[in-house]
């Protein structure tokens, strides 16, 4: 860490200016020079009021045709702005290493090439879904995935736990579409879905309040209605556990345990 | 008051807070209808088509 400049990522959490941290905002204020790429127009003006260098990486994420060459353009403009051997501070909408390519691999690149590195956390989407649908992640286990990513894999996870799917409204689609037909990826996430939950079962579109008062959207449907959902591009879905899982009672004899 | 001003001034203050209804009332028809009747998308969409702030240049999401 003997290279002068520095990398901070930064999370600008979801609700305009109140999800910023004391320290996130520090540093927008005091870096030589802010990049962000934030989805909401009044954060994007207090972040350019707050620093005078701040630069929009909008015109980056717009210019590639597919997402993933729009990330791995921002990660190289990112490292090539630090090698000017400036306090660079990047500032993310809600956490910044969550379904967040380019700044975590900007980071680790930075690292090593011997730069100061830091990622400072921020309030992402599911921290508000586990407030405003009164959710313990600690009470049953809870698993996260990306939608597309967890169809694709077919990812193995326990119905007894709480699960959260993002990116639901962009299933399958890579790139940058503004109206997304999501019916076909839903129906099918369905088909897998159902191999674990009944279709009555109800599940939840939740999408975080990005404005200060305004309350968050929570709308619960069955399983099955889930190919005629609206999702738009900052909806997760929640779902439930399905029923509670059985203590294995020699664990518990083992850890002396007597919490039936 | 402008409305990137409302929106700071309406981060400062709590939910029960009586100056929430007096910011509210001294916006444009299309902002305070957004905000009662709590649709966030709408008023996302005028925030990024409407020039209402000096500096605008476009978001993704």
Same mark, same amino acid.
């Given at each position: 860490?003997?290279?002068? =400049?520095?990398?901070?990522?930064? !999370? ?54 597919? *997402? ?11 490292? $090539? ?12 909408? !809600? ?26 956390? !921020? ?17 049953? =286990? ?40 999501? &019916? ?13 939950? *009944? ?22 449907? %069955?399983?099955?209605?889930? %190919? ?23 664990? /518990? ?8 | 008051? $402008? ?8 981060? &400062?203050?709590?939910?029960?807070? %009586? ?5 509210? =009332? ?9 905000? /009662? ?17 000096? $500096? ?6």
């Amino acid at each position: 860490m003997n290279k002068k =400049g520095s990398l901070v990522l930064v !999370g600008s959490g979801i609700k305009f200016v109140s999800h910023l941290t004391t320290e996130a905002k520090n540093y927008i204020e005091q870096s030589e020079k802010v990049l962000y790429l934030v989805n909401e127009p009044a954060m994007q003006e207090w972040i350019q009021k707050t620093n005078k260098s701040a630069e929009s990486l909008d015109p980056i994420y717009t210019s590639y045709n597919l *997402r993933l060459d729009s990330y791995r353009a921002i990660t190289e403009y990112i490292l $090539d702005t630090l090698r000017q051997e400036l306090h660079v501070c990047v500032v993310l909408y !809600g956490h910044p290493t969550i379904v967040a390519i380019p700044g975590l691999e900007a980071v680790k690149r930075a690292k090593l090439e011997g730069f100061y590195t830091k990622i400072l956390p !921020g309030i992402s989407a599911v921290d508000c879904l586990f407030a405003d649908l009164m959710i313990d992640p600690g009470s049953c =286990g809870c698993q996260s995935f990306e939608a597309t990513d967890f169809l694709i894999y077919q990812r193995k996870f326990d119905p007894s736990s709480h699960l959260i799917l993002w990116q639901i409204g962009s299933i399958g689609i890579l790139d940058h579409r503004k109206v997304i037909d999501n &019916s076909k990826g839903a129906a099918i996430l369905l088909d897998y879905l159902t191999q674990f939950y *009944r279709l009555e079962h109800d599940v939840i579109l939740f999408e975080a309040a990005q404005y200060p008062h305004l309350e968050s959207k929570i709308e619960t449907f %069955p399983l099955k209605d889930l %190919p005629q959902t609206q999702f738009s591009t900052i909806s997760t879905l929640y779902i439930p556990p399905i029923y509670k899982a059985n203590q294995d009672k020699h664990i /518990l004899k083992q850890l002396n345990l007597d919490i039936s | 008051m $402008d409305t990137f001003q409302f929106l700071e001034q309406l981060a &400062s203050v709590v939910h029960h807070h %009586p100056k929430i209804d007096q910011l509210v =009332g001294q916006q444009s028809a299309e902002i305070r209808n957004a905000f /009662l009747s709590n649709n966030g998308n709408a008023m996302k969409k005028q925030l990024s088509t409407v020039n209402y702030f000096a $500096d605008m240049v476009g978001v993704s999401e």
